[in-house]
């Protein structure tokens, strides 16, 4: 059982900063593949970012702003949202795959962001 905490959400000005942390447990956290995803209501689930042993991962909507990080000491993963945009408000969940074919089989339980214009 892998349990994530999410944290570093709040309300901050178009063209601000924010950085997201996701604190995961499990013994391997190294091996995880982890991934960012946010929600709107009224929208579908939208990817945002994830990072698989040193490789990231971007959505075309963020690429050049937010920049996905892990720190495998910590078992930590991060999301630093810079340029931020009122359309970037959203609950935002991060997500560990624990082995190949699992797909996104933990999810944190979401950290809201707003960004207002």
């Known amino acids: 059982q892998v349990q994530l905490v999410e944290s570093g959400g709040g309300l901050v000005q178009a063209g601000g900063s924010l950085r997201l942390s996701c604190a995961a447990s499990g013994r391997t956290f190294s091996s995880y593949a982890m991934g960012w995803y946010r929600h709107t209501p009224g929208k579908e689930r939208e990817f945002v970012a994830s990072?698989?042993?040193?490789?990231?991962y971007y959505a075309d909507s963020v690429k050049g702003r937010f920049t996905i990080s892990r720190d495998n000491a910590k078992n930590t993963v991060y999301l630093q949202m810079n340029s931020l945009k009122p359309e970037d408000t959203a609950v935002y969940y991060c997500a560990a795959s624990t082995a190949p074919t699992s797909g996104y089989n933990y999810w944190g339980q979401g950290t809201q962001v707003t960004v207002s214009s």
């Open positions: 990072i698989i042993g040193s490789s990231t």
